[in-house]
């Protein structure tokens, strides 16, 4: 299969849209986003000042993406990865190790020392970070804070 990789714009929204929602229906998320919410956390994503977006395209079409933003670490730059989707009809074709080496790729080329994300422990998406070369780092932990509303 022929990949061709791109920088992401608005203009490739509503597609990464479609993408958002059909991914996160699946397993093992099984979150109903509407259109206007995906859009929302898209768009956010796409408006962060030091945003690297990376679309991968077959046959013209966008069949998966990366959002992240490249952030300053002391003298440095690491790489957060915020969201990686791939069409469902895609998935199992390699496609998310491509979109993830192509953007290890162009990390080396912007000087960018490390690639950071948060994700389900024991889910499909943990095991696929680690065969990419991803490690726990032992010395950190995320935490959240779940806000009562009154």
Avoid at 12 to 26: H, P, R, S
Avoid at 48 to 62: A, D, N, P
Avoid at 94 to 116: D, P, Q, V, Y
Avoid at 119 to 132: A, V
């Amino acid at each position: 299969m022929d990949y061709v990789f791109k920088r992401l714009d608005k203009a490739d929204l509503n597609d990464a849209v479609v993408i958002f929602q059909a991914a996160f229906l699946q397993s093992p998320w099984n979150e109903e986003w509407t259109k206007q919410q995906a859009y929302n956390r898209l768009i956010d994503y796409m408006e962060t000042k030091m945003g690297l977006h990376l679309g991968i395209f077959v046959e013209q079409s966008l069949v998966g993406f990366i959002f992240s933003r490249k952030m300053t670490y002391l003298e440095s730059y690491e790489l957060w990865i915020d969201e990686i989707c791939v069409d469902p009809t895609y998935q199992g074709k390699s496609i998310g190790s491509a979109l993830m080496n192509k953007l290890k790729e162009i990390c080396l080329n912007e000087h960018i020392e490390r690639i950071c994300l948060v994700t389900k422990r024991g889910k499909l998406s943990h095991g696929f970070y680690y065969k990419m070369g991803f490690d726990e780092d032992e010395s950190s932990v995320c935490l959240i804070h779940q806000l009562d509303k009154k």
